[in-house]
Each structure stands twice: as structure tokens, then as C-alpha cells.
């Protein structure tokens, strides 16, 4: 049984920074497309940012959503199972729980394409 454990979360200021971790068990890590993903109250689900490994030369291939984009960074470490995002320059309207998650096929940003998905950690933006 797949498992997804995301930390980090917390209570930052504008401007601020936090890193996410979500560490993955049960599954063959380095098979599965690892993201971000959030939701704020009232609204959908949304997608930050996704990792596929491709391996060899490339390496690592991620995706970032535009809103995030040059503010996050997402990372992964096939040896540790785990993937991250470190967040800086956050802002009031980055606020969300945040939850991680794992798919075997997928396009990255279609959140109905994941097999799994943990807990959340919330992540609250306010002076």
C-alpha cells in the first residue's frame, strides 16, 4: 500500500520562505511522477509543480504553474524517496493546504491522473 507523508508546512510572513517535504513509501519511487498540488478554501484543487523522472542524460524533467513559476522550486531525491518545494517570496494568496502526490501515467498537471495522494500540510501566508 502506496503511502504519501508531506512536512513543512506552517505560518510565514509575506515575503517569507518555507520547504515542503513529502516522503513516499510502498511504491517504486523512481516509476512515479511526484507533485505538488493545493487548495484553498472554496476553491479547486490546483497544481504547483511536478517532477517525472526520465533518467539517463536528462535526468529530472519538472513543471512549474505559472503563478508559482520563478518563486518555487520543486526537487526530488530517488535515494530518500522523497520529493520537495522549497517556496520563497510567498504571498498572502500562497495560502493552502498543500498536498503531495504520485502518478504512474499522467500528464503532471491533471490532477485526476494521480493514483495517490497524502494527507496535506497547511501552508498559511499572513503578517
Known amino acids: 500500500q502506496a503511502r504519501l507523508v508531506e512536512s513543512g508546512g506552517g505560518l510565514v510572513q509575506p515575503g517569507g520562505s518555507l520547504r515542503l517535504s513529502c516522503v513516499a513509501s510502498g511504491l517504486k519511487f523512481n516509476d512515479y511522477s511526484m507533485s505538488w498540488f493545493r487548495q484553498a478554501p472554496g476553491k479547486e484543487r490546483e497544481f504547483v509543480a511536478g517532477?517525472?523522472?526520465?533518467?539517463?542524460?536528462?535526468?529530472?524533467?519538472?513543471n512549474e504553474a505559472d503563478a508559482v513559476q520563478g518563486r518555487f522550486t520543486i526537487s526530488r531525491d530517488n535515494a530518500k524517496n522523497t520529493i520537495y518545494l522549497r517556496m520563497n517570496r510567498l504571498r498572502v494568496d500562497d495560502s493552502a493546504v498543500y498536498y503531495c502526490a504520485a502518478c504512474s501515467s499522467c500528464t503532471l498537471a491533471s490532477r485526476n491522473d494521480y493514483d495517490y495522494w497524502g494527507q496535506g500540510t497547511q501552508v498559511t501566508v499572513s503578517s
Open positions: 517532477s517525472r523522472w526520465i533518467g539517463g542524460t536528462i535526468g529530472n524533467m519538472v
